[in-house]
């Protein structure tokens, strides 16, 4: 019997950076009659997070973290590797891979995953590639592997042959170059997911190691936003049969996990599925958290309600608030009903974010200002802002140029500059972002944000920006150890945040000559902080108010001009705790 390992470098040990590719390669090898007898599996992750790792970050880069991967898995003395490669681990898995090969000549080493599918033959490392979904195409390629039989190999001068080594669809070998100019990369046939197995089901994967899952309900997506790796991929969904995804749901339940992030680029597009799979959550995993991917265009009163019965949140891809940019990259707003079906998630008390994107083809860093306060007026608990990347396979890649868009040429392939946003542009849109995250979605500001942006008649956009200079001025120049605004950002605790939140907005009043409106809307920040603390982080604490915190938290808490005016101030000693029903006050 063969040994393989199937493996990865996660980010970190995680429900999100849990690494499903790998386990669904190796349960596909464990399950299918050709591989089963033939083969002893082992699934070993590594995280960046792993104590080991960091030293050996410090202390050699990435190719001392290469060096230790390979370390590992020759312990092993492995006959075949299979790597899961993603834009973040690329560069360390192809150097972990030469250094095995130094040590294990003949180990088989097998690279699949998004950054193999978008370029494979740009690998020189591994000795074969799958491109596209890797169960059935890694069991035909091992299968016939251990037969001896002939090899097809790529054909140099007919390009419909490459992606066939060993006559396997979608698989490719490094010995032959990569042919000139554009290529046509061929993807293996995918499994049909009722005949996949499953890594959770058959003990590949323990989720109690991540303290979590990541739960894929379904493959494909009907869209084709360019500068996604979907938009080459499958435009038809295909679902996993409810009756393993019921069996998985009680497996999460009997493991008695906290939060479970759902894989399924559009979880609503087919809304009689959707209602069905939270009933069944509902019913078999009451209180574990659900984290979903949605169109917001999807969204009804009644899909609202059923996401309302459950823990969850949602995460929706608005990306920009300008229809034409949007159209760049084959995506569509009608703001009109986007505003409206984001109404129904905040009338039923959903749970809901928004990511958007900076350095868009078509945009510049007014129409990004723009989209922040497009998307922040919708009182989303969330904002994500990501730099554009223009990821290799992606329909994006292929128009960049007549876009004029450049970019880097390595992970992460961020965006540069385009003819609309220079580069000190997107330089403001990265430190706009970090501060934004800062404040707004590491400070849990949503149930107060737009109240205190009222009094000071500012949009989220204006009032972000001097937030941005503020931090910039007060913090990173007072502690220029720090080096940039993404250091000094990163390790603020909630605490931290909160005082720097009260101080800037305490700013803002007294230049505006607004500081009797300060008190009410310190009371509400402090209140939001300490309840948010106690329900995320189990964090009790004390504090003084000006007001008494009922009438704080009533309904007439966030209007901070007309509370000003009209409520009596009672300065009051509070304490914030865990009740039965979870968190609460208490004057002391």
Known sequence: MKSLICTTLLV?????????????????????????????????????????????????????????????????????????????????????????????????????????????LSFESFDFMIAGQGERAMVELLDRIQKNEPQITQNDTNETEAGRAFGVQGVYRTE??????????????????????????????????????LWELARGCPFKCSYCYESKGEKKIAYFPMERLEKEIELFAKKKIAQVFVLDPTYNASKERAIKMLKIIEKKAPGMFFYFEARAEFIDRELARAFSRIPCCLQIGLQSANPDVLKNVHRTLDKKKFIKNIGFLNEEGVTFGFDLIYGLPGDNFRGFCKSIDFALS????????????????????DSANGFGLEWEQNPPYHVLRTPQFCEKDLERAEKLSLATNLFYTKGRAVAWFNSVLYV???KPSEFLKRFTDYIENSGIKSNPSTGSIRNWTADKN?????????????????????????????????????????????TESTFNTHYHPDDVMSEYGTDIEFFTENCGKQKCRVRVFTGQNGADWRVI
Not at 201 to 213: H, I, N
Not at 382 to 387: G, V, W
Not at 499 to 526: G, M, P, W, Y
Request: proline residues 6%; glycine residues 6%; negative net charge.
């Open 12 to 120: 970190e040990t995680s429900p999100q950076g849990l690494p499903l590719g790998a386990a669904c390669i190796a349960s596909g090898i464990k399950s299918d009659e050709r591989t089963r007898s033939k083969f002893s599996v082992e699934l070993i992750d590594f995280s960046l997070e792993d104590a080991d790792i960091v030293q050996a970050r410090k202390s050699a880069g990435e190719d001392g973290i290469a060096r230790l991967l390979a370390e590992n898995l020759v312990s092993k003395k492995p006959d075949f590797v299979c790597f899961s490669v993603y834009v973040w681990n690329r560069v360390i898995l192809e150097k972990a891979c030469l250094e095995l090969k130094k040590i294990l000549p003949e180990c088989i080493c097998i690279a699949g995953g998004p950054e193999v599918t978008a370029n494979p």
């Open 176 to 213: 032959k170059q990569h042919p000139a100019g554009h290529y046509e990369i061929i993807r293996a046939c995918p499994l049909p997911p009722d005949l996949t197995a499953s890594p959770y089901l058959d003990g590949t994967l323990d989720v109690s190691k991540y303290g979590g899952a």
């Open 378 to 397: 919708l009182y989303p608990n969330n904002l994500e802002l990501f730099c554009l990347s223009v990821l290799p396979g992606t329909d994006l890649h």
């Open 456 to 458: 000071l008649k500012e």
């Open 494 to 538: 909630s605490v931290q945040i909160e005082e720097l939140q009260l101080s800037f907005v305490k700013k803002r009043f007294s230049e505006k000559h607004l500081d009797r409106f300060f008190s009410a809307a310190e009371d509400l920040i402090k209140m939001h902080a300490a309840l948010g603390r106690c329900t995320f982080d189990g």
